[in-house]
């Protein structure tokens, strides 16, 4: 290996300290027992690579941080590794701990004397391909040694022309979870300190915009005209345009950064929601969550920018009517209608609640009469067909009538009812008469400034209520994400006399392979449980048929034993260990149902796609030419000869539609 490289490569024996040095330069939030100073265990030095990879993974999940593996072309590779970081990356004879860097012309990399240290992309990439690289190179060098060519750049072309087909693996991004703290994942997005600038800099432009009317303002109104003021104002304009940029600019990282990490979360969440809140829940209900899951993102992010500009603006404004003719009185006038327009704003989001519930209610009825309609038509006589819509009708325009109204208030009389307030503010100074045209024409360029500021307000309060409505609905995703997994006790770095992964591998399995031991699980709707007491056992080719009535646990006892339910009491054993110390993911691999057809969810995608699902990495030639050898032999070979595009063919609600026991085979 290159000497610069070797001195960089973390031993496997001492990968759990890179781990934790990439984890604290990601200031990610580590457990507890590792801030106290407990070391993970090392990982073997002679552990297969997949185990490694398994083990790693799980270690970061321990740590608190999401260990994904990635795969990336070798013409990409120099590109793409400098953005890489927090990262590792797979050595003939070790690990390497990419950092981030601000550099793409350099990787920037974590050596175990904890001193960063810059490496050259190009340099990387040859030593993970040097077995590979070697005979083409040296052939390539040959080449253009006949040919009088002595570039750098021409050897370079070559080899990745060479090698473009070749992706270069073992790479393992290291991420804070989606249901990590949302808070921190915004602080690594950078949200918090850019809303800070982009307040900062608002300020700052109506600073500017001030100081620049005030100065035309000023010689208007002393009757004087001089070229040095109208230069000064022409400046003082021009520097705002920087400024509107730097604004438009970090509106659209921010909005980026958060909206982007909040549908993460949505989505992680929507894939971790316990069965049974989806069993009770129509399909109507699901699509209203998923409608209004976009109304978060759209409606919270610019309502909330429209109020940090308007609360900015009325600061402001305060201080230009206490410097007007108004002075105290048109400022404290401003802050009362301020408060006011807050409790109209209270009014609307109350009142849109409500309304949102009538809407969603008569959404949810008409999508499930829509799913239903064969069995209502069969149930029910024509004349009852329609029970219920009117009054329900009748609700939703009532509703609506209120919400209007508010509406109205908010976004109608709010700013303009200002108006009319400060000038009654000012009539004082008009009765007076004693203050001079200039105060007059500040108090006068205040009001219009909170008139705009109100403007701003309604529309942001406007919005942020209508988010904050659609986040009742959506919230339920957003919890669901920080459900825990259960970790492997045995993969975890710290794991008191637990086995090594080689060791549960080989375990001796001519006993019962499925064990379980007073089981009880009682629904939480319910007060008996469904299982008590219950007992079973399953050994190698045992085929066990269960059997009785409808209600009596038997779906409940597959669902505890697939990991989809946890058990109120009871042991559950497989290959003799219980799902805590396998781990969820060694779980599910060593036990798989497929459900009865209204439960194989089919999705509007290709035959492939949904054949792939639980597949990890990227696939081979060879894992299409199994999952065909598969597929024909579960019979499904004559459905793939009568599809055009085969394997590639849509299928699902919008494409080719599958049999009951299709899906089934499909699923299996």
Known sequence: MNPDLASLVWPPARLGDALQALAGEGHAPLRSQFRNGTEPRAVASDMRDGAQGEWLENTAAWLGLEAQAVETPYADFEHQVSAMGPALIRMPNGFLAVCKSRSRSTVTVLAPDGKKRKVSPVALRSELCREIEGPVAKQVEQLLERAGVASAKARESILRERFSALRIRDIWLLRLPPGADFWVQLRQARVPQRLITLAGAHAIQYVLWIAAW????????????????IGLWALLLFT????????????????????ARLKQRLFFGALRLEPDSIRHQGAGQLLGRVIESEAVDALALSGGFLAVVALIEILISVFVL???????????????????????????YRRNRRWTDVRLTMTHDLVESM????????????????????????????????????????????????????????????????????????????MLLAYRALRRLTAGAWQLAGAAVAWQRVSVLYDAATRPEVLSRTRL?????????????????????????????RYAQRSEPVLKGCNLEISLRDRVVLEGPSGGGKSTLVALLVGLRDPNSGTLL????????????????????????????????????????????????????EAELICRELGLGALLDRMPAGMLQMVGETGWQLSHGERSRLYI
């Open 214 to 229: 005030s100065v035309v303002g000023a010689n208007v109104l002393r009757g004087r005209t001089d070229n040095a003021w």
């Open 240 to 259: 705002l345009v920087p400024l509107r940029v730097l604004i438009t600019w970090l509106q659209g990282l921010v909005a980026f950064g958060a909206g």
């Open 322 to 348: 206490g410097a007007g003719a108004g002075g105290a009185l048109q400022s404290s006038l401003l802050l009362v209608w301020v408060a006011a327009t807050g409790a109209l704003g209270w009014t609307y």
């Open 574 to 625: 497989i290959d003799g260990l219980d799902r805590a110390t396998l781990g969820a993911v060694a779980w599910r691999k060593r036990i798989a149902a497929a459900p009865q057809f209204h439960e194989n969810h089919v999705l509007a995608e290709t035959f492939m796609f949904n054949l792939f699902m639980g597949r990890r990495g990227a696939l081979s030639p060879a894992d299409l030419e």
């Open 493 to 521: 770095p710290h794991g008191r006399g637990s086995e090594t992964p080689p060791q549960i591998q080989n375990r001796d399995r001519k006993g019962a392979l499925v064990q379980a031991h007073d089981l009880v699980f």
């Open 371 to 446: 799913s239903g309609h064969r069995t209502r038509l069969a149930q029910l006589s024509p004349d009852r067909w329609h029970d219920g819509e009117d009054e329900a009708l009748e609700r939703y325009l009532k509703a609506s009538k209120t919400m209007d109204n508010s509406t109205t208030a908010l976004t109608a009389i709010a700013p303009r009812g200002w108006l009319v307030l400060g000038l009654l503010g000012l009539a004082p100074s008009f009765i007076r008469g004693v203050d001079s045209p200039a105060r007059m024409a500040i108090a006068v360029g205040g």
